[in-house]
């Protein structure tokens, strides 16, 4: 399976969001907006129902967007079982995409095993495979629509000529 256009984000699962936060900072990557304490309604981690709840962060680095996930809880998910293992930081590749369900289509064809999914409250769905492959853990497909295409141009829009002040901003 080949997915569609570019890759839009590097995903990193991280265990203190403020730490990874700085340590993007120091090497100029950001403003960083921040979704805290979001639960991930409507997911399903391995075909069971699961809400775990995270903290986001995003920056982008020219047109590459960097994605920071803190799990603050225990519920099961793609993010947990990350942590888990022992691991913590590059976790996933993500493609935006216009036809989620045509993408959703070519991954049961492609046999891709279905990992993480949900519907961020009825936002966007998205979706974590495991293709088997070294290019990451995981890959990510997220729906484009009207409130993910605001928050990816709200992050990059922030990051041009952004001047070092005011280096974490709330996104909610």
Partial sequence: MVLPGPIRQNGYV?????????????????????????????SHYRGTPTEPVVSIAFANSGDLQVELIEQ????????????????????????????????????????WPLVHSGDTGGMARFAYYDPGGVTSTVVEVMELTDATRWMVATVRDASLGWDGLDPVRDLA
Wanted: proline letters at 4%; a negative charge.
């Fill in 14 to 42: 991280v265990r203190d969001l403020d730490k990874a936060i700085g340590a993007w900072l120091e090497v100029g990557v950001g403003p960083w907006l921040v979704l805290p304490h979001l639960r991930q309604i409507g």
């Fill in 72 to 111: 603050e809880d225990d519920a099961p998910s793609v993010y947990r079982e990350f942590l888990d293992a022992g691991r913590e930081g590059f976790h996933h590749l993500a493609w935006w995409v216009e036809d989620f369900d045509a993408v959703t289509r070519q991954a049961q064809d492609a046999t």
